[in-house]
């Protein structure tokens, strides 16, 4: 497992909530194997969108960091 930063582990709470929302119009009983192709690349999309947008917004907030 990777050590994950305090924001990232904060990207990863905020992005949680956008996939549950996902889920809760697919159906939380729903099996992975049961998924539809389009319902499955909706669930990637949103966690990645969700995880950059989330990590940007924790970059704007702090700017004094230097990323690097």
């Known amino acids: 497992m990777v ?3 305090e924001e990232e ?3 990863i ?3 949680m909530k956008r996939i549950a929302l996902l889920m ?3 159906g939380w009983g729903t099996s992975l194997a049961d998924l539809s192709e389009a319902q499955v ?3 990637i999309g949103e966690a990645v969108e969700g ?3 989330a ?3 924790i970059a704007k907030a702090n700017p ?3 990323p690097f």
């Open 55 to 57: 990590m940007s917004d």
């Open 13 to 15: 709470t905020v992005t």
């Open 64 to 66: 004094l960091e230097v």
């Open 51 to 53: 995880f950059r947008e």
């Open 3 to 5: 050590d994950l930063t």
């Open 41 to 43: 690349r909706s669930l």
């Open 24 to 26: 809760d119009e697919i």
């Open 9 to 11: 582990r904060a990207a």
